[in-house]
């Protein structure tokens, strides 16, 4: 007996299993990677042993599979050589928790499957398998799948027991501007797409318009978020065709709006509070818009859940600022409704998410962002944090997507008795730029995506130069007995201090002739160069371009030209003029 036993384990592991009480026509169970779909019962079940030797990471990532089987139900399984039964047992699921149990031929605790789902969700791995007693097999890792083997129907590699599929939501997030650019982002659906981070593509993408995070996909649970990056040279247009391919499977089409800089558009921020299912309460949306007077606006939000109203007015301020203010009664649902949409004075915004969550769910909500740092610069970065269902308590941050040189100072948050807190972020040597895709996860809730925004960096602008003093020798002239040049002559020019000459900065001086005593709107008497000094010839003293008595002015522009200084972003140039020098001409 102990023979057959060890034989019928050797079978196991070289994966020649079968269904209980069911058919042996459904094919072959010498295809390592060919199972079979279809309804899953406890009469129906085929398991598949992949491989029974110890398995690198690798190969244990590339044969798990994605099963459902309901919690707390077993499933009866046997092998076979040609029919001839050998033990048979159960698969139990309790929870996150499967084990396989001999029904017999196998006795004692040490020769019971033990596997977990990981990932939180219906993917059995079996990670330890003890042998029986005298067997020579050594512990192994082992992968099985559950499927319906009637149906004959093969599911393919990593396709969890059906067809990969793509669908990608209605843009979100704040409008984008033709010459401001941003991101825009979509909620990305999948089913039977394992976790992980993909490389993909969108066809039809506009030029200036770019696939951001690295141009790849998160799926996580069957969800994800694809951001597309919109440079500032990207042209207005309406882009209907735009598709999505992730792991070989390509969605419908879905729309990219680049608006018009000149045309109302409206944003629509992430859910600040909770709405809680059967309960009156509100939450609140930040509002973002551009073109439209500020003024208290009635709206209108398209696509509301039951039980969900829009509260009063949004006033939108100087700034194109509002707040928009969603009511819940006893008829609301749990329910995530992520195709929103506001429209205040003709313009509509971008979808937006609504989650209205069962009574004693844990929420976290994150507000706006408070305070500024600049590009390279250090400092810190305050969100209010609202949650429900979390006790008081200083609890450990997870973020995700921050940006580079963005940090949770501390690591922790505080959370009040109210539910309330504040998260701090630090910021060391961040580049510029908006990052819209921000979570943070807190006692095991996750917020929403929230936005974290790194200033540019004040622009230097070329400091201006001591202009000096202009001098004019001689300051009178007599054309009828006076004879020779008069000359003007500047002194004390110099760069601003702190500046060193060279190829970086520039001291330029332009010369000028006015009519009256002001130090603008005077002709140039030579392009702007080095030279100090300025000759009026005789000639230009006796008929020509003074030929009448009377004052004449003077004065010079001295420019610090920065052109060649990279410590200057903003402006190149400053200039500051010199007062004016008097030449009284007379005897014409």
């Given at each position: 007996m102990k023979k057959i036993i060890k034989l019928g384990f050797i079978l196991l592991a070289a994966g020649l299993l079968f269904v209980a009480c069911g058919d042996d026509d459904g094919g072959s169970s010498n295809d390592t990677y060919s199972l079979y779909t279809g309804t899953v019962s406890s009469r129906n079940i085929s398991v598949e042993l992949i491989k029974s030797t110890a398995v690198s990471s690798t190969e244990a990532s590339a044969m798990t599979r994605r099963i459902t089987l309901a919690s707390n139900d077993y499933y009866r399984v046997f092998w076979s050589d040609d029919g001839d039964t050998i033990s048979a047992g159960r698969v139990t699921v309790t929870g996150n928790n499967v084990v396989f149990t001999p029904l017999d031929g196998w006795g004692g605790a040490d020769k019971v499957f033990n596997g977990v789902f990981r990932d939180g969700g219906r993917q059995l791995a079996m990670t330890s398998v003890r042998p029986m007693e005298g067997s020579d097999i050594g512990a192994f890792v082992a992968t099985f799948r559950f499927g319906d083997r009637r149906t004959g129907v093969r599911v393919p590699q990593g396709s969890g027991g059906g067809a990969k599929t793509v669908?990608?939501?209605?843009?979100?997030?704040?409008?984008?501007?033709?010459?401001?650019?941003?991101?825009?982002?979509?909620?990305?659906?999948?089913?039977?797409?394992?976790?992980?981070?993909?490389p993909v593509t969108v066809a039809n993408l506009p030029t200036g318009v770019t696939i951001g995070n690295s141009g790849q996909v998160t799926i996580n649970n069957n969800a994800g978020t694809l951001t597309l990056t919109v440079a500032t040279t990207a042209a207005i247009a309406v882009i209907d065709n735009l598709t999505l391919t992730i792991d070989g499977v390509t969605s419908a089409a879905f729309t990219l709006t680049i608006a018009d800089p000149a045309a109302k558009t409206v944003s629509v921020g992430t859910q600040v509070g909770t709405l809680t299912a059967g309960t009156a309460d509100t939450v609140t949306f930040p509002v973002t818009t551009t073109n439209i007077e500020d003024d208290d606006y009635t709206v209108t939000v398209q696509n509301r859940p039951t039980g969900v109203t829009v509260q009063g007015q949004v006033t939108i301020d100087t700034d194109g600022k509002g707040t928009l203010t969603l009511a819940g009664n006893a008829s609301t649902t749990p329910a995530v409704t992520n195709d929103l949409t506001l429209t205040i004075a003709g313009a509509t915004s971008p979808a937006f998410t609504l989650e209205i969550v069962a009574a004693g769910t844990k929420t976290v909500s994150v507000g706006s962002q408070s305070g500024t740092v600049i590009a390279g610069a250090t400092g810190n970065l305050t969100f209010?944090?609202?949650?429900?269902?979390?006790?008081?308590?200083?609890?450990?941050?997870?973020?995700?997507?921050?940006?580079?040189?963005?940090?949770?100072?501390?690591?922790?948050?505080?959370i009040a008795a109210d539910g309330t807190g504040t998260l701090t972020l630090a910021v060391a040597g961040a580049a510029e730029g908006s990052t819209s895709t921000v979570t943070i996860a807190i006692d095991g809730a996750t917020s929403g995506q929230f936005t974290v925004t790194i200033a540019a960096a004040a622009l230097v602008d070329a400091a201006k130069p001591t202009p000096g003093t202009l001098a004019i020798s001689p300051d009178t002239y007599d054309v009828s007995s006076d004879s020779g040049a008069v000359t003007l002559t500047l002194s004390g020019a110099e760069l601003p201090a702190g500046v060193s000459g060279g190829s970086t900065s520039v001291l330029k001086i332009e010369f000028f002739r006015n009519t009256t005593n002001t130090t603008s709107g005077g002709t140039s008497l030579a392009a702007p160069g080095a030279t100090t000094t300025f000759t009026i010839s005789e000639s230009d003293l006796k008929g020509g371009t003074y030929g009448d008595d009377g004052p004449f002015y003077f004065y010079a522009e001295v420019t610090n030209d920065a052109t060649g200084n990279s410590a200057v972003t903003g402006n190149k140039t400053a200039y500051d003029s010199t007062p004016t020098a008097t030449l009284t001409i007379s005897g014409n």
């Amino acid at each position: 007996m102990k023979k057959i036993i060890k034989l019928g384990f050797i079978l196991l592991a070289a994966g020649l299993l079968f269904v209980a009480c069911g058919d042996d026509d459904g094919g072959s169970s010498n295809d390592t990677y060919s199972l079979y779909t279809g309804t899953v019962s406890s009469r129906n079940i085929s398991v598949e042993l992949i491989k029974s030797t110890a398995v690198s990471s690798t190969e244990a990532s590339a044969m798990t599979r994605r099963i459902t089987l309901a919690s707390n139900d077993y499933y009866r399984v046997f092998w076979s050589d040609d029919g001839d039964t050998i033990s048979a047992g159960r698969v139990t699921v309790t929870g996150n928790n499967v084990v396989f149990t001999p029904l017999d031929g196998w006795g004692g605790a040490d020769k019971v499957f033990n596997g977990v789902f990981r990932d939180g969700g219906r993917q059995l791995a079996m990670t330890s398998v003890r042998p029986m007693e005298g067997s020579d097999i050594g512990a192994f890792v082992a992968t099985f799948r559950f499927g319906d083997r009637r149906t004959g129907v093969r599911v393919p590699q990593g396709s969890g027991g059906g067809a990969k599929t793509v669908a990608v939501g209605p843009q979100t997030g704040n409008a984008i501007i033709a010459g401001t650019g941003g991101d825009a982002t979509y909620t990305v659906t999948t089913a039977n797409i394992a976790n992980a981070a993909y490389p993909v593509t969108v066809a039809n993408l506009p030029t200036g318009v770019t696939i951001g995070n690295s141009g790849q996909v998160t799926i996580n649970n069957n969800a994800g978020t694809l951001t597309l990056t919109v440079a500032t040279t990207a042209a207005i247009a309406v882009i209907d065709n735009l598709t999505l391919t992730i792991d070989g499977v390509t969605s419908a089409a879905f729309t990219l709006t680049i608006a018009d800089p000149a045309a109302k558009t409206v944003s629509v921020g992430t859910q600040v509070g909770t709405l809680t299912a059967g309960t009156a309460d509100t939450v609140t949306f930040p509002v973002t818009t551009t073109n439209i007077e500020d003024d208290d606006y009635t709206v209108t939000v398209q696509n509301r859940p039951t039980g969900v109203t829009v509260q009063g007015q949004v006033t939108i301020d100087t700034d194109g600022k509002g707040t928009l203010t969603l009511a819940g009664n006893a008829s609301t649902t749990p329910a995530v409704t992520n195709d929103l949409t506001l429209t205040i004075a003709g313009a509509t915004s971008p979808a937006f998410t609504l989650e209205i969550v069962a009574a004693g769910t844990k929420t976290v909500s994150v507000g706006s962002q408070s305070g500024t740092v600049i590009a390279g610069a250090t400092g810190n970065l305050t969100f209010s944090v609202t949650t429900s269902n979390i006790a008081a308590n200083t609890y450990p941050v997870t973020p995700a997507n921050l940006p580079s040189g963005v940090t949770v100072s501390g690591g922790n948050i505080v959370i009040a008795a109210d539910g309330t807190g504040t998260l701090t972020l630090a910021v060391a040597g961040a580049a510029e730029g908006s990052t819209s895709t921000v979570t943070i996860a807190i006692d095991g809730a996750t917020s929403g995506q929230f936005t974290v925004t790194i200033a540019a960096a004040a622009l230097v602008d070329a400091a201006k130069p001591t202009p000096g003093t202009l001098a004019i020798s001689p300051d009178t002239y007599d054309v009828s007995s006076d004879s020779g040049a008069v000359t003007l002559t500047l002194s004390g020019a110099e760069l601003p201090a702190g500046v060193s000459g060279g190829s970086t900065s520039v001291l330029k001086i332009e010369f000028f002739r006015n009519t009256t005593n002001t130090t603008s709107g005077g002709t140039s008497l030579a392009a702007p160069g080095a030279t100090t000094t300025f000759t009026i010839s005789e000639s230009d003293l006796k008929g020509g371009t003074y030929g009448d008595d009377g004052p004449f002015y003077f004065y010079a522009e001295v420019t610090n030209d920065a052109t060649g200084n990279s410590a200057v972003t903003g402006n190149k140039t400053a200039y500051d003029s010199t007062p004016t020098a008097t030449l009284t001409i007379s005897g014409n």
